[in-house]
């Protein structure tokens, strides 16, 4: 039952200045259990990434309350509410480029004329949510009235309507190196949604859309674009200087993975699933491509098609609920490519129980091609696993070491592989000598006693922190992740950090945490080349978990090498 909205009569209109918030939720404590899975569920607005459907890629500004209206039927009556799809998404075009004599938000009278509210009432009353479009500048991409200076009569008006989603665009174009002039501005609409939901009861999720990663928006938004928009192409075309598509936003988002997580999703744009009826030349094949990907990077899945008239083969990719599980899997993990030979790459993604992983295999060549994944280049021991094909719906049996499937042009193989996880580590455990069971990395491979060179594996150089070698170690470069499983036989892990002397005489910028269980155990702050490796001490014991987590302390990538010298856990033996 939701809360009826209160105080719209008193509304004020605000600029910058209100309180920042954070995204909210939490992992919530680890199980009583001496199994390290499964994980509860965590808290907040968008404990997984949203599901729904927005009106822009296919239809633009050709929408009306009938319209709007009718996909809703079809969400219901397409059997996408019951795959878990949930939010109707108006983008850009229902308003007016003025405001009313009251400074509110005019729905356009013509394609919207009883407003907006009526709308939220009638997908509320199918249990659905409905989303609505704003933007931090004065106008919109589509010279709609933009909400800068009027964000909490906005934030206020679209929770009175009943609004639970904004999706908050960037126009007019901020030109390069924006960062710290929009901030600001989205994180006033992030104060004003917290006052309206305060005031009225009614949460809105912040869907931040800047085109880009921000390490702040990673903080204000429940979900953030990291890409321009997507395109309904497989890959660029080379004849053209757009450069969106279907591949181009799949790349860009890859190297922010550490950063994905519940409550702060990145979001590498909308799904152009179907879209290529009479339309541009996208085919099945590359679409499942394209839904498998954005499952495993657990990626927002936003339809964007014509939901009264799919293709059965649509309908079978947006709704094989095998494959939106991985994407909606609460241990909450953005899957990334653990391989990458030629045009032939492995995707992996740890799942919320004992030994099981997701897995895309995917073809970018012109022709099928046999791709085999290694169960311990997904962070699983060698030997027997069971590998299910989610695509298919089908067991394919139980395999020693590898698996091995012939892959269409463009196509990919989705699997569920259960095997065992990794051994627990034993008395003095170097890092370097374990297997993780998630690493995410900003640039190529995680190196093991190196530190991160190029995007191949092993280019590094010995690790050295203003001037103090260390033997053994990881290197990473911002933004990075490892987990470790630690079976609660560990009392301690310790490191010495810091930017490593590679990094161009140290000249990157990094932030060092340590989170167990969920819990932030160690945080270096910012620390810059110049200072000298910091130690970490860190107790274990317990514990199921350790994640070692580095970013990019709020300044972009560039020289983010970031060494954990003579890394190790302390075990019972
Ligand atoms: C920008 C966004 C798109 C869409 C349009 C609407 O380009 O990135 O997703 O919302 O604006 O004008």
Same mark, same amino acid.
């Given at each position: 039952m939701r809360k009826p909205c209160l105080l719209f009569a008193g509304l004020i209109t605000l600029g910058a200045g209100l309180p920042a918030c954070g995204g909210g939720g939490s992992s919530g404590p680890p199980p009583e259990t001496d199994d390290d899975f499964p994980l509860p569920l965590a808290m907040g !607005?968008?404990?997984t990434p949203p599901m729904g459907w927005n009106?822009?890629?296919?239809f633009a500004c050709s929408i009306t309350e009938t319209f709007v209206k009718q996909i809703a039927d079809a969400m219901v009556a397409s059997g996408m509410q019951d795959a878990g799809y949930q939010y109707i998404n108006i983008d850009d075009?229902?308003? =007016?480029a003025d405001r009313d004599a009251n400074g509110l938000l005019q729905p356009d009278p013509v394609h919207f004329p009883n407003g907006i509210a009526p709308i939220a009432a009638y997908v509320h009353d199918k249990g659905l949510k409905l989303g609505l479009y704003g933007d931090r500048? /004065?106008? /919109?991409?589509?010279?709609r009235a933009g909400s800068q200076d009027h964000e909490l009569t906005d934030a206020m008006t679209m929770a009175m309507w009943g609004v639970d989603y904004l999706k908050y665009d960037n126009c007019p174009d901020p030109g390069p190196n924006p960062g710290p002039i929009i901030e600001p501005r989205y994180e006033t609409m992030r104060g004003a949604l917290d006052m309206a939901e305060q005031a009225s009861g009614q949460p809105i999720v912040f869907s931040i859309c800047a085109w880009s990663f921000y390490e702040w928006a990673n903080r204000l938004g429940q979900l953030q674009r990291t890409t321009t928009d997507i395109k309904n192409l497989w890959a660029p075309d080379p004849n053209s200087t757009e450069t969106g598509s279907i591949m181009t936003s799949l790349k860009t988002n890859l190297p922010l993975a550490a950063y994905g997580g519940p409550n702060h999703w990145n979001d590498p744009d909308m799904l152009e699933v179907g879209n290529s009826i009479g339309g541009d030349p996208v085919t099945d094949v590359e679409y499942q491509s394209h839904f498998s990907l954005w499952a495993i990077a657990a990626a927002p899945l936003i339809a964007g098609n014509d939901l009264r008239n799919m293709t059965d083969a649509t309908k079978a990719i947006l709704t094989n609920k095998e494959i939106i599980a991985i994407n909606q899997d609460a241990f909450g993990l953005q899957g990334v490519q653990v391989k990458q030979a030629g045009q032939q790459s492995v995707w992996a993604k740890p799942l919320n129980a004992n030994g099981a992983r997701a897995v895309v295999l995917l073809n970018e060549a012109d022709a099928a091609a046999d791709i085999t994944v290694r169960f311990d280049e997904i962070g699983l021991r060698g030997g027997s696993a069971t590998v299910r094909d989610l695509q298919a719906l089908a067991d394919k049996g139980s395999f020693n070491d590898s698996f091995t499937a012939n892959v269409a042009s463009h196509g990919t193989a989705t699997l569920k592989i259960v095997g065992a996880e990794p051994p627990r580590p034993r008395s003095t455990a170097y890092l370097s000598d374990l297997t993780p069971i998630y690493a995410a990395n900003g640039l190529g491979p995680i190196e093991h006693d190196l /530190? $991160?060179?190029?995007? +191949?594996?092993?280019d590094g150089k010995p690790i050295s922190i203003r001037g103090t070698a260390f033997p053994k170690g990881m290197g990473m470069s911002a933004p990075a992740a490892a987990i470790y499983r630690l079976g609660q036989k560990c009392t301690s892990f310790s490191a010495q950090v810091g930017v490593d002397d590679s990094s161009t005489g140290g000249a990157g910028t990094v932030r060092f945490q340590v989170i167990v269980d969920g819990d932030v155990l160690f945080d270096s702050q910012n620390v810059d080349g110049m200072m000298p490796a910091m130690p970490v001490t860190v107790d274990l014991t317990g514990k199921r978990r350790l994640k070692l987590l580095v970013t990019? %302390?709020? +300044?972009? $990538? %560039? =020289?983010? !090498?970031?060494s954990w010298g003579d890394a190790k856990v302390e075990c019972d033996p």
């Open positions: !607005r968008a404990p009106s822009w890629n296919k075009c229902w308003s =007016l500048g /004065t106008e /919109t991409c589509g010279h /530190t $991160n060179g190029g995007v +191949d594996s092993g990019n %302390a709020d +300044d972009g $990538n %560039a =020289l983010d !090498r970031a």
